[in-house]
């Protein structure tokens, strides 16, 4: 495939997609560094996005894209929120590859989301006087990401239905004497997948749960706790997966670069 020098040469344009206003930002191939930021004295921005919906979570100086020939690095300025690659948090004041269509969060909560791509109307000329080669690596991707879809929700359909098995198979009837401690550890497991909720009281909750459960049962009751607890995680973490894809803002890939690192 033909690489962004050849691109230029043809008015093949780059953009910085807003995800959230479906608004694009061009991208000034003008310049070595392009900050991303709001205004301020110290370091000015090249891309302001100081009237964009949620602009509150972005730094004044935030991030930065540098350009070294045909390749591109991002780096992440020591903002306060940080900086997210696919969903992947950037350690500060390091730079990290740019790939065409790679996300780009200014925050953890996926309220400032760019796009790192060709600029539509452009991308549509040049594919309509190109031939079929040249495109081909594109189509490839969006297959890539079907098949990686599909995997997601088969993974997660498998994890709810060992969860529920799990579940039945370890059912005991003296379960019912503890079911004040069980439920109070249950609610504690979900409220730690909530994001605006304080974590700390998740752990709260659990731990009351397993003191009641220690104070009126006995030793087989925590195997049967785990069991439960074990269940509960498997289905939730099944559910996250098949109906967003993601699990705490991680996907599959994130998942696996984590794993790798």
């Not at 045909?70 to 730079?95: A, C, H, M, Q, W």
């Not at 269940?231 to 890939?253: E, H, M």
Request: include cysteine; charged fraction near 15%.
């Amino acid at each position: 495939m033909q690489n962004i020098n050849t691109f230029n040469t043809i008015g093949l344009s780059l953009e910085l997609f807003h995800v959230q206003t479906n608004t694009s930002f061009d991208f000034p191939l003008n310049l070595a560094v392009i900050r991303i930021g709001k205004p301020n004295d110290q370091s000015p921005p090249d891309i302001d996005i100081s009237h964009l919906p949620d602009n509150e979570v972005v730094s004044r100086i935030h991030t930065q894209i540098r350009v070294e020939g045909s390749n591109y690095f991002i780096e992440d300025l020591g903002s306060s929120n940080g900086t997210f690659l696919n969903n992947v948090k950037l350690e500060p004041r390091t730079s990290y590859q740019l790939n065409f269509g790679d996300k780009i969060d200014l925050d953890q909560g996926n309220k400032v989301t760019f796009i790192f791509q060709y600029q539509q109307q452009s991308l549509q000329n040049f594919i309509s006087t190109s031939n079929s080669t040249s495109i081909q690596p594109q189509i490839a991707k969006n297959k890539e990401q079907i098949a990686l879809d599909r995997t997601t929700k088969i993974i997660g359909l498998a994890l709810m239905i060992v969860g529920a098995v799990t579940l039945t198979a370890n059912i005991r009837v003296g379960i019912f004497f503890r079911i004040p401690g069980i439920l109070l550890c249950c609610t504690g497991v979900f409220m730690l997948f909530q994001r605006r909720v304080n974590p700390n009281l998740g752990w709260v909750l659990i731990g009351l749960g397993i003191a009641v459960i220690l104070f009126t049962g006995n030793v087989f009751a925590s195997v049967n706790l785990l069991v439960l607890l074990t269940s509960f995680v498997l289905f939730l973490v099944g559910y996250l997966l098949f109906a967003t894809g993601k699990i705490l803002d991680y996907d599959l890939r994130s998942l696996k670069r984590l794993i790798k690192k």
